[in-house]
């Protein structure tokens, strides 16, 4: 069973396409966030929500939203896509602030996106 | 807010020898520290943590690493290494209580028989 499920894995666009990427977790956990993942590998957070509320929003383009429907799902929607807009982009989850676990993301296995 | 530095990006290493993997952070209030592991195509799996108690920490394949809050470091060890260890290891921090991480840029791990 996997533990947060990431679709698709592999996305490759066109620039002003919009498109949405899925995350599932089984976990149990209150928390999911989506990094964004660049050419260099570095991490960056991007959203945080806690059982459906958006707790950390970073500087991130009005084009990027996201939606939890419930506790175990965060989607990622992206409108009019740029070339920058290439990236690896991980769902994760974890327990929330305060619990002994606290810190501790599982991370799904990320979506390639290409922007061309 | 919180910062953390891997001034290695590559660190090329034999079979079976011993590695150190460099993180230092930067904190004006106490925090919790991570390892952070990614094989190719695949998404990040926790390694080890610290957050409390022993400053020593190990993780079940053999790395450890030591939270030294003098010099804000935690650096990762592992006294031989194997081909299966590379990969990507990241080191984070947050602070004690948030779940926000704060990723360093990461180390490419690279052993070679």
């Known amino acids: 069973d996997t533990a947060v499920s990431q679709t698709p894995k592999y996305l490759v666009t066109q620039m002003g396409n919009d498109k949405s990427i899925k995350c599932e977790q089984n976990?149990?956990?209150?928390?999911m966030y989506w990094y964004k993942q660049d050419s260099k590998k570095f991490l960056k957070i991007m959203f945080s929500y806690n059982n459906k509320e958006l707790i950390i929003n970073e500087t991130v383009p009005n084009r990027f939203s996201p939606k939890s429907p419930d506790k175990a799902h965060l989607n990622l929607h992206i409108n009019s896509l740029e070339l920058g807009d290439s990236a690896v982009y991980f769902c994760?989850?974890?327990?929330?602030?305060?619990?002994?676990?606290?810190?501790?993301?599982?991370f799904g296995e990320g979506s390639r996106l290409t922007v061309l | 807010a919180q910062s953390v530095t891997q001034l290695d990006s590559q660190v090329p290493v034999f079979e079976e020898a011993p590695v150190e993997l460099r993180c230092n952070y930067s904190s004006s209030v106490s925090v919790y520290l991570f390892w952070y592991v990614q094989y190719p195509n695949q998404g990040l799996q926790l390694l080890l943590k610290y957050l409390s108690g022993s400053t020593l920490v190990e993780s079940i394949n053999g790395f450890e690493a030591e939270f030294n809050k003098s010099q804000t470091s935690f650096h990762l060890r592992k006294p031989s290494v194997h081909i299966s260890d590379t990969a990507e290891y990241f080191c984070a921090v947050s602070k004690t209580g948030f779940q926000k991480l704060v990723f360093g840029t990461g180390t490419r791990l690279l052993v070679s028989p």
């Open positions: 976990l149990g956990h209150d928390t």
């Open positions: 994760a989850s974890s327990h929330p602030s305060g619990n002994p676990s606290s810190g501790e993301l599982f």
